[in-house]
Structures are given as C-alpha cells and as structure tokens.
C-alpha cells in the first residue's frame, strides 16, 4: 500500500501541537452541540484559493462547498444527484445559514479553459460538460476587440460569480429566504498574486477592493 503522503503527516502534527491545542475546547463543543455556521461559501478547488485561509476561519464557522470554478448550477428537481443543491439544501434548510458568498478567483484554470474552448482532458469531458453552464455567460460577454485576454478571462471570472448568484435565486428555498431578508447572497473575487480581496456591489456590479487593514 502506499505510503499516506509525510506532508500530511507532518502538517496534522503541527495543527495537533499549535492550533489543536488552542482551540480543543472550541472542537469538544463543536463536536457536542453540532455546528451552528452563519455563513456557507462556494468557492473554487484551486489549492491557491483556501476559504478558510482568506477569511481566517476557526472550525464551525463556515460551510464551505468547493467545485472547479466555483459554480452554482441552476435548481434541476430532474431526480439526478447534483452535489452542489444537495450542500445549498442543507446549508439553508438545516443549518440555516445568514450568507451565502460566492467567492471567484484569478488565474482560474476552469474559467480559461471555457474561454480557451481546451479540448477535452478525456473521453467523460467532465471540465468541458461543467464550465457549459456559464456558456450562456460567455455568450452574454464577447471579447471586445482590443481587450488583452487576461482582462477578458478577469471580466468571465468575475461575471461569472454574478451568474451563480442568479442561479442561486432559482432555488425556491433561497429565493424566498432571499426576499424576506432572512438569507443575504454575495460575491467576492480573490486576487491570487497580492492576496487582494473584492467584494461584489449588487447594485452596480462592480467589484470593490477592501482594504487589509
Ligand atoms: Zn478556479
């Protein structure tokens, strides 16, 4: 069998020496009363893009759903299993959630590989059949002609957090939560190479840098 990787090892002996033992009463009681997040957050699988790391999170303090390119699909009841609705239901039914944050990134490898139209990594195209929901995104957002391609694949990034937040108000438990006030959606963007973070106005759809300080 091979060998678990010493990188893990090594790093759940750092977290059981410093951060285990700060906070081993916050996990007993965790472990005891279940958890209790205020916030559910969808981001990227990028292994740059570490929710927990960008916001300083303790243990029950989000729920967090990953997926290549942070995506929300649109409410489908067509009796398949769709892993995202199923986190959405739970995050919303049962914990309750305040906020849902849709959290896109820089340098996104999915959102290239749709703006690229990559071919197929095998014969499933799992990347390709995922990033064809934000086809109508692309779509709705041409190339300008003079646009660098880097500008355009920030501009698809960044539309389509905007996109996952309209799919996220087709999910009736969330839309009615949505319109009673009871459950706020947002978005933010990551900006990998300074560690910037933007956060996302509804009202003019524009991102906006919050400072580090
Ligand atoms: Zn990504």
């Known amino acids: 069998m091979a060998a678990f990787p010493d990188r893990l090892i090594?790093?759940?002996?750092?977290?059981?020496?410093?951060?285990?033992s700060a906070e081993q009463s916050r996990y007993r009681e965790l472990?005891?009363?279940?958890?209790?997040?205020?916030?559910m957050l969808?981001?990227?699988c990028d292994s740059r893009v570490s929710p927990e790391v960008i916001f300083d999170a303790g243990p029950g303090e989000m729920f967090v759903v990953r997926n290549v390119a942070n995506i929300v699909p649109p409410y489908e009841p067509d009796g398949n299993a769709h892993g995202v609705s199923a986190a959405l239901e739970f995050g919303v039914q049962v914990l309750r959630v305040k906020h849902i944050v849709v959290l896109g990134h820089a340098q996104c490898g999915g959102i290239k590989a749709l703006v690229q139209?990559?071919?197929?990594?095998?014969?499933?195209?799992?990347?390709?059949?995922?990033?064809?929901?934000?086809?109508?995104?692309?779509?709705?957002?041409?190339r300008a002609p003079n646009e660098e391609l880097a500008d355009f694949i920030t501009r698809i990034e960044q539309r389509a957090i905007l996109r996952s937040l309209d799919n996220l108000m087709t999910?009736?438990?969330?839309?009615?939560?949505?319109?009673?006030?009871?459950?706020?959606?947002?978005?933010?963007?990551?900006?990998?190479?300074?560690?910037?973070?933007?956060?996302?106005?509804?009202?003019t759809e524009e991102f906006r840098r919050v400072s580090g300080d």
Request: net charge positive; charged share 20%; glycine share 10%.
């Open 10 to 20: 090594s790093g759940y002996r750092s977290f059981a020496r410093d951060r285990l």
């Open 31 to 39: 472990a005891e009363h279940g958890q209790a997040p205020e916030i």
């Open 42 to 44: 969808i981001g990227c």
């Open 117 to 142: 139209d990559t071919a197929p990594l095998s014969p499933g195209d799992f990347i390709g059949r995922w990033m064809a929901l934000l086809a109508p995104t692309l779509d709705a957002n041409p």
């Open 171 to 203: 999910f009736p438990c969330i839309s009615i939560l949505a319109e009673r006030g009871k459950v706020q959606l947002h978005g933010a963007y990551f900006g990998v190479a300074r560690g910037s973070l933007s956060v996302l106005d509804r009202k």
